[in-house]
C-alpha cells in the first residue's frame, strides 16, 4: 500500500477497562477513498475501537494517526475539526431543534450563514426530509432520526466519515436507501462503517475488517471472508 | 418564516416595556416607583438565569454570586471614585471575570449537571460568610467600609460624566427599565444568532455538538460569563434601589428565589422569568404587610404547585395552550370544509337522481 494514501492509521492502539482488554494492540490502516467496513460479534471491540478513533475514549497505549497527524487522546471537537465527520451508536440528535436546526447547525460551523443555508435545504433535500423539516427531531420514527443524525454528517462535507451502525433498528426500504447514500458519500469521502447486519454490508462493502477478542482477526472482501473456516467460526457460524 | 414571528414577539414585548416605562410613575405611588427600580433590578437577575440555564442548560444555583459582586463593585467604586457610570461599568467586569475564572475551572474541568450547581451556591454562600466577617473599620476598599452583617451604603446614579446631578427616583425607574428592556432584547438577538444557536444546541446533546466540532467548553464558559455580566448589571440597580447592599444578596435564599422565578416564569423562554420576578415580589410584598400567612409558607407552596401542576413554567404552558387551541382551529374549519363539500357533492348526485 502506498504510504501516501493511508488517511487513517493506528498503531498498538489498545483499549483496557480494568482487566478487560476491549481493544489490544490493533494495527489498522485506512486508505483514502476506501469504504471500509468493521465487523464482528458482540463484544469484538469494535466500538471501542470506533471511540478511540472519534476521541470519546482516552486509548490506554497506542496511537491513533489521521493524515500523519498524531490525533490519540484529543478531544472530539478536535478530531472533528480536522474534517472527520461521526455518527454514534446510540442516535445523538438535538431532540428539541427542529430537522432544519440540526442540519443547520453543522453546516454553520463551516460555512458562512447564507452558504449554510443553501447546504441545509440541499441537505434536507437529498436525504428526503422534507416533510418533517420543521418537526423536533425528538417527535420523528427511529429510522428518520437516524437520516437527520446522517445528514448533519454530510452537511459538514467531511472528507473522512466514521458511522457506527447507521443501519441500526431501520426498515429493509429505510436500509436500502441508507446503503444508497452511504455509497453516495463514498465518490468524496473515506468512510468506516460499523455494522451488525451482514446483508446491509453486503450491499456497501468492498473491503472488511473482521474484529475479534479485541483484535483484528482479517481483513478481505466479505465473499472472502464468509468463505473463510475461522471467520465462520467465531462470527458467521452460528448465523449460516 | 418562524424566525421573524419570533422577533415580532420580541418587538411586542419591548414596546409594552417602553410603554409600562413611561405610565408607571403617572399612574403608581412614589413609593412603588423607588420600590421598583429594586425589583428590575432582581429581573435582570432572572433574566440571566433565563439566559444561562433555560437556554445554556447550565443549572447556575449560584447566580446571585455575581449579582452580589455586581452590587458590592458598584457600591465600592461609586463611593471610591464619586460617579456612578464608571461604578457601573466596573459592576459588569467584575462579575465577568469572576465568572470567566469559576466557569473555566468549571467547564474545562468537565464539571456538569448537580456539581456544577452545588459548586456554584457554595461560591455564593462561601461569599456570603466573607462579607458578613468583614465589619471592623480595618475592612475597606479605598474610601469604602465593607461594613460587615451592615453592608455598605451604595450610592445613587448620577448623569455620566457629572457627579454632582444625583438622578431622582423616577429617573432611577427609567434608566432601570430602559436597562432591562435592553438586556431583554440583547437575549432575544443572543439566542439567535449562532453563538446563541449552538449554545441550545449543546443543552440538548452535548456529544452531538462536540462531534460536529464545536468546543462545547468554550461556548458554555462565554453563555456563563455574559450571564454573569448582566447578573452584575442586575446587581447595580437593587443595590441602587435598596441605597444599600448587604451580604443578604449571597444569601441561600436570595439564591432559591432566582431559582424560583425561572421554574414558575418557565425555562426556554426569556419574558417568563421577568415576569415571574415581578408577580412574586408583589405577592410577598403584599403578603409581608399581613400576619396572617407566613410569606415564606406561601412562596413554597407557589413553587410545589408549580412543579406538580405546571412543571413547564407558565409562559411556556401558554404558548402550548394556544398551539393546541390553533391547531383545533385548523382542523374543526378542515372538517367543515369537508362536510361543506360532501353536501354539495350528495346534492348533485341526489339532482342527478331526479
Do not use: H, M
Given at each position: 500500500m502506498n504510504r501516501a494514501e493511508i488517511v487513517l492509521e493506528t498503531r498498538n492502539l489498545s483499549m483496557h477497562f480494568g482487566g478487560v482488554r476491549a481493544v489490544d494492540r490493533v494495527d489498522f490502516s485506512l486508505s483514502e477513498?476506501?469504504?471500509?467496513?468493521?465487523?464482528?460479534?458482540?463484544?469484538?471491540?469494535?466500538?471501542t475501537f470506533f471511540k478511540c478513533l472519534t476521541g470519546q475514549l482516552r486509548p490506554t497505549a497506542g496511537d491513533v494517526l489521521i493524515r500523519d497527524v498524531d490525533v490519540t487522546g484529543r478531544e472530539p471537537h478536535e478530531i472533528g475539526a480536522l474534517g472527520v465527520g461521526i455518527k454514534t451508536q446510540v442516535p445523538n440528535v438535538f431532540e428539541g431543534l427542529t430537522t432544519e436546526e440540526n442540519i443547520w447547525i453543522s453546516a454553520r460551523r463551516w460555512h458562512r450563514s447564507s452558504r449554510a443555508r443553501t447546504l441545509t435545504t440541499e441537505t434536507i433535500e437529498r436525504l428526503q426530509l422534507g416533510d418533517v423539516r420543521s418537526e423536533p427531531v425528538g417527535r420523528l420514527a427511529h429510522g428518520q432520526r437516524q437520516w437527520v443524525e446522517l445528514g448533519m454528517v454530510v452537511a459538514a462535507e467531511p472528507w473522512l466519515v466514521l458511522l457506527d451502525e447507521p443501519a441500526a433498528g431501520m426498515t429493509h426500504e429505510e436500509t436500502v436507501r441508507t446503503a444508497e447514500l452511504i455509497r453516495e458519500i463514498n465518490r468524496t469521502a473515506t468512510l468506516i462503517v460499523v455494522e451488525h447486519d451482514m446483508q446491509f454490508i453486503r450491499m456497501i462493502s468492498r473491503r472488511v475488517t473482521l474484529f475479534h477478542e479485541g483484535g483484528i482477526l482479517m481483513e478481505d472482501t466479505m465473499e472472502a471472508i464468509s468463505a473463510d473456516a475461522r471467520a465462520r467460526q467465531v462470527y458467521l457460524g452460528h448465523r449460516a | 418564516m418562524r424566525l421573524s414571528r419570533d422577533f415580532r414577539g420580541t418587538l411586542v414585548i419591548a414596546v409594552c416595556g417602553l410603554a409600562f416605562t413611561l405610565f408607571a410613575p403617572e399612574v403608581l405611588e412614589f413609593f412603588t416607583i423607588i420600590t421598583l427600580s429594586q425589583v428590575i433590578?432582581?429581573?435582570?437577575?432572572?433574566?440571566?438565569?433565563?439566559?444561562?440555564?433555560?437556554?445554556?442548560?447550565?443549572?447556575?444555583?449560584?447566580?446571585?454570586?455575581?449579582?452580589?459582586?455586581?452590587?458590592?463593585?458598584?457600591?465600592?467604586?461609586?463611593?471610591?471614585?464619586?460617579?456612578?457610570?464608571?461604578a457601573i461599568l466596573m459592576a459588569i467586569l467584575v462579575a465577568a471575570a469572576f465568572a470567566a475564572i469559576l466557569g473555566y475551572f468549571i467547564f474545562y474541568g468537565r464539571v456538569s449537571d448537580v456539581y456544577l450547581a452545588i459548586i456554584t451556591l457554595t461560591v455564593a454562600l462561601i461569599l456570603y460568610s466573607l462579607t458578613r466577617r468583614t465589619s471592623g473599620p480595618e475592612y475597606k476598599i479605598g474610601n469604602a467600609l465593607l461594613g460587615g452583617f451592615n453592608g455598605t451604603a451604595a450610592p445613587p446614579l448620577?448623569?455620566?460624566?457629572?457627579?454632582?446631578?444625583?438622578l431622582f427616583p423616577e429617573d432611577t425607574f427609567y434608566v432601570a427599565m430602559i436597562a432591562l428592556i435592553l438586556a431583554y432584547v440583547f437575549c432575544c438577538w443572543l439566542v439567535r444568532t449562532h453563538f446563541g444557536r449552538v449554545c441550545i444546541a449543546i443543552r440538548e446533546n452535548e456529544t452531538r455538538a462536540e462531534l460536529l466540532a464545536y468546543d462545547i467548553r468554550l461556548y458554555k464558559l462565554g453563555i456563563f460569563i455574559i450571564g454573569a455580566a448582566l447578573a452584575g448589571l442586575g446587581g447595580v440597580f437593587f443595590c441602587v434601589g435598596v441605597s444599600r447592599v448587604t451580604p443578604d444578596v449571597f444569601s441561600l435564599s436570595q439564591a432559591a428565589v432566582a431559582i424560583i422565578w425561572v421554574i414558575v416564569g418557565g425555562r426556554g423562554t426569556l419574558i417568563g422569568p421577568i415576569l415571574a420576578t415581578f408577580a412574586l415580589h408583589y405577592l410577598t410584598a403584599s403578603l409581608g404587610s399581613q400576619a396572617l400567612l407566613n410569606a415564606n409558607l406561601v412562596l413554597g407552596t407557589v413553587l410545589i404547585v408549580f412543579v406538580l401542576l405546571v412543571p413547564k413554567g407558565v409562559v411556556p404552558s401558554i404558548i402550548d395552550l394556544a398551539d393546541i387551541r390553533r391547531q383545533r382551529r385548523v382542523a374543526r374549519s378542515r372538517e367543515r370544509r369537508l362536510r361543506l363539500r360532501r353536501t354539495r357533492n350528495g346534492n348533485e348526485t341526489a339532482g342527478v337522481g331526479k
Open positions: 477513498n476506501e469504504l471500509r467496513c468493521l465487523i464482528g460479534p458482540n463484544g469484538a471491540g469494535k466500538s | 433590578g432582581l429581573a435582570i437577575l432572572a433574566l440571566s438565569l433565563a439566559l444561562v440555564w433555560g437556554f445554556g442548560g447550565i443549572l447556575c444555583f449560584g447566580q446571585t454570586a455575581f449579582f452580589g459582586l455586581g452590587a458590592y463593585a458598584y457600591a465600592v467604586t461609586a463611593t471610591n471614585i464619586g460617579g456612578s457610570t464608571g448620577n448623569l455620566p460624566g457629572d457627579a454632582g446631578t444625583v
